[in-house]
């Protein structure tokens, strides 16, 4: 079989594949893509239905016998299947829906509030010629939108919003436990890949958090995790942010 | 209600769904539970009616959602986590594939259809079922109801369905999205006889909840000229004993638009 993941820096969508990748160790081939300046449109496998439609924005791409997977959770998913050693989804049914129920609720609600919020502050930058070959009339339409400066003032108080609102779940969460679901698993990954950069955006949240703030440091020394944050190109890679999935658009 | 009592179900502790109409969310996990002949207590709640945010049901789910499926003594929401549970917690055929990369795709499926073509879907669907089955009540009455509406954006959402103020650029956004929706849905179903995998699986469930009256909502995106492999899936699952079962728990005309289906051909210019 052979393997190749596309990946940005390690933080959102592309955090959580290598750390995965890296904890399951799976053999892959690691190449680096900029995700801030649209390079995964320019991949040969970029028009690929379930790349180009992907819903989770500018995410990393794994290329397994020539089919190509986007959406990182997913990807994990896979990963977690088919690599080696501890698994990082629970093995008893309950807790797997609550595993699936709680990275559900981090693609859907906190995601698209970070990486607009991350996008706001640290720019990504794609060419037009580049831009045109997004294949998701959507997606184009997002990059258009940050790349000309233009956020919603609505849209940034409800990101913000969005990012107290998780940080209230994880807190509450960590009352009892030092991972999400009892063992380490892919809703520490997910959430934290979300969550690193946000901080030093939305401080206020973290504030009377104190568990939370324990609990970042916990999944960032973990080795996966800080192997995965050893690959960036950048000092700071919590700060490498492109074009995300987009923000409910009804309700 | 129970249904398709099986032996060995009995030591199972006892499953209650509360659902509305097998349409969308709620019957992505009645249809899951009847494919592995799992018997449940069945709670029907009158979304037209806000039974969802009434205290009894407040009392199971606090978010006021639809569906809730409540086994034993958990209580579990979200409609597709919940038939990843059905599936690996029951006996009966599985509806994830064996594969793992088949069941990245079952997945990825899902996501799209629940977050990025449903949504579409279901603000057609509101602004013409939904919305006119509950405007002519009393605007009273309508307002304490959604004023009872746990979720803020729940609210925002009925407000818009009960006053019709869907804009004109969000329903051609929607228009958009479903055209698109189904190009794609054609394009993935001429590559194999399911969505997602060679087998019948969670994401055809999924699908069909989605796009089972097609060929009558959106006539001519959908039928059997343009479409043929949609129209080839649709009448597969619509076949199934279990699909038969569930949509004939349907209460309302919305439902009923199933009987499409039993239709042999349904042409370009047949249905307008």
Same mark, same amino acid.
């Given at each position: 079989?052979?393997?190749?993941?596309?990946?940005?820096?390690?933080? %959102?969508?592309?955090?959580?594949?290598?750390?995965?990748?890296?904890?399951?160790?799976?053999?892959?081939?690691?190449?680096?893509?900029?995700?801030?300046?649209?390079?995964?449109?320019?991949?040969?496998?970029?028009?690929?239905?379930?790349?180009?439609?992907?819903?989770?924005?500018?995410?990393?791409?794994?290329?397994?016998? %020539?089919?190509?997977?986007?959406?990182?959770? +997913?990807?994990?998913?896979?990963?977690?299947?088919?690599?080696?050693?501890?698994?990082?989804?629970? !093995?008893?049914?309950? !807790?797997?829906?609550?595993?699936?129920?709680?990275?559900?609720?981090?693609?859907?609600?906190?995601?698209? !509030?970070?990486?607009?919020?991350?996008?706001?502050?640290?720019?990504?930058?794609?060419?037009?010629?580049?831009?045109?070959? &997004?294949?998701?009339?959507?997606?184009?339409?997002?990059?258009?939108? &940050?790349?000309? %400066?233009? +956020?919603?003032?609505?849209?940034?108080?409800?990101? @913000?919003?969005? &990012?107290?609102?998780?940080?209230?779940?994880?807190?509450? @969460?960590? !009352?009892?436990?030092?991972?999400?679901?009892?063992? +380490?698993?892919?809703?520490?990954?997910?959430?934290?890949?979300?969550?690193?950069?946000?901080?030093?955006?939305?401080?206020?949240?973290?504030?009377?958090?104190?568990?939370?703030?324990?609990?970042?440091?916990?999944?960032?020394?973990?080795?996966?995790?800080? @192997?995965?944050?050893?690959?960036?190109?950048?000092?700071?890679?919590?700060?490498?942010?492109?074009?995300?999935?987009?923000?409910?658009?009804?309700? | 209600?129970?249904?398709?009592?099986?032996?060995?179900?009995?030591?199972?502790?006892?499953?209650?769904?509360?659902?509305?109409?097998?349409?969308?969310?709620?019957?992505?996990?009645?249809?899951?539970?009847?494919?592995?002949?799992?018997?449940?207590?069945?709670?029907?709640?009158?979304? #037209?009616?806000?039974?969802?945010?009434?205290?009894?049901?407040?009392?199971?789910?606090?978010?006021?959602?639809?569906?809730?499926?409540?086994?034993?003594?958990?209580?579990?929401?979200?409609?597709?986590?919940?038939?990843?549970?059905?599936? /690996?917690?029951?006996?009966?055929?599985?509806?994830?594939?064996?594969?793992?990369? $088949?069941?990245?795709?079952?997945?990825?499926?899902?996501?799209?259809?629940?977050?990025?073509?449903?949504?579409?879907?279901?603000?057609?669907?509101?602004?013409?079922?939904?919305?006119?089955?509950?405007?002519?009540?009393?605007?009273?009455?309508?307002?304490?109801?959604?004023?009872?509406?746990?979720?803020?954006?729940?609210?925002?959402?009925?407000?818009?369905? #009960?006053?019709?103020?869907?804009?004109?650029?969000?329903?051609?956004?929607?228009?958009?999205? =479903?055209?698109? *929706? #189904?190009?794609?849905?054609?394009?993935?179903?001429?590559?194999?006889?399911?969505?997602?995998?060679?087998?019948?699986?969670?994401?055809?469930?999924? *699908?069909?909840?989605?796009?089972?009256?097609?060929?009558?909502?959106?006539?001519?995106?959908?039928?059997? $000229?343009?479409?043929?492999?949609?129209?080839?899936?649709?009448?597969? #699952?619509?076949?199934?004993?279990?699909?038969?079962?569930?949509?004939?728990?349907?209460?309302?005309?919305? =439902?009923?638009?199933?009987?499409?289906? /039993?239709?042999?051909?349904?042409?370009? *210019?047949?249905?307008?």
């Amino acid at each position: 079989m052979s393997m190749t993941l596309y990946h940005g820096e390690p933080n %959102g969508p592309s955090l959580t594949v290598l750390a995965t990748l890296i904890a399951k160790e799976v053999p892959a081939q690691l190449h680096y893509i900029d995700l801030a300046r649209g390079e995964r449109h320019t991949l040969p496998v970029a028009q690929q239905p379930l790349v180009a439609m992907s819903i989770e924005g500018e995410g990393p791409v794994l290329v397994v016998d %020539g089919e190509a997977m986007s959406d990182s959770v +997913f990807i994990a998913c896979y990963l977690d299947d088919v690599g080696q050693g501890a698994a990082l989804r629970p !093995a008893e049914a309950y !807790a797997r829906w609550e595993t699936m129920r709680w990275c559900r609720q981090m693609i859907e609600r906190t995601a698209p !509030a970070a990486a607009y919020l991350g996008c706001r502050a640290h720019p990504p930058r794609a060419d037009a010629a580049t831009l045109e070959q &997004i294949g998701s009339v959507d997606l184009r339409a997002r990059w258009q939108q &940050i790349t000309a %400066g233009q +956020f919603s003032a609505a849209q940034l108080a409800d990101s @913000r919003a969005k &990012i107290h609102q998780a940080v209230e779940r994880i807190e509450e @969460r960590l !009352a009892d436990r030092e991972w999400l679901m009892g063992a +380490f698993s892919l809703a520490d990954l997910e959430s934290y890949a979300w969550l690193a950069g946000m901080p030093a955006l939305v401080p206020e949240a973290f504030v009377a958090s104190a568990r939370t703030a324990a609990w970042l440091a916990r999944v960032k020394a973990a080795p996966a995790v800080a @192997r995965a944050l050893a690959l960036a190109r950048s000092t700071d890679p919590a700060a490498s942010w492109s074009v995300g999935p987009e923000i409910n658009r009804w309700g | 209600m129970q249904h398709l009592q099986k032996e060995g179900v009995g030591l199972m502790p006892s499953v209650t769904l509360y659902h509305w109409e097998p349409n969308a969310n709620s019957g992505k996990p009645m249809l899951a539970l009847m494919e592995k002949g799992v018997a449940f207590n069945s709670r029907y709640l009158d979304l #037209i009616n806000f039974d969802q945010h009434k205290p009894e049901y407040l009392a199971v789910n606090p978010q006021g959602t639809i569906p809730a499926m409540v086994h034993g003594d958990r209580v579990l929401t979200e409609s597709t986590a919940i038939m990843e549970y059905v599936d /690996e917690v029951f006996p009966g055929p599985p509806l994830m594939p064996g594969d793992p990369r $088949d069941r990245w795709r079952v997945r990825w499926w899902m996501k799209f259809m629940d977050q990025w073509l449903g949504p579409s879907f279901s603000m057609i669907g509101w602004s013409v079922f939904v919305g006119p089955s509950v405007r002519s009540r009393d605007p009273k009455e309508l307002e304490a109801a959604v004023e009872r509406i746990p979720l803020p954006e729940r609210r925002v959402a009925w407000r818009k369905a #009960i006053t019709g103020q869907f804009s004109a650029e969000e329903m051609a956004e929607s228009r958009r999205r =479903v055209a698109q *929706g #189904i190009r794609m849905l054609e394009q993935e179903l001429s590559q194999r006889p399911w969505l997602a995998s060679n087998q019948y699986s969670l994401a055809d469930i999924n *699908g069909f909840n989605l796009a089972y009256a097609l060929p009558l909502s959106q006539p001519t995106l959908s039928n059997d $000229d343009l479409t043929p492999n949609i129209l080839r899936w649709l009448r597969a #699952i619509y076949a199934r004993p279990a699909t038969k079962a569930c949509w004939a728990l349907g209460r309302t005309s919305l =439902v009923k638009r199933v009987t499409i289906l /039993e239709q042999p051909h349904i042409g370009g *210019g047949q249905v307008a």
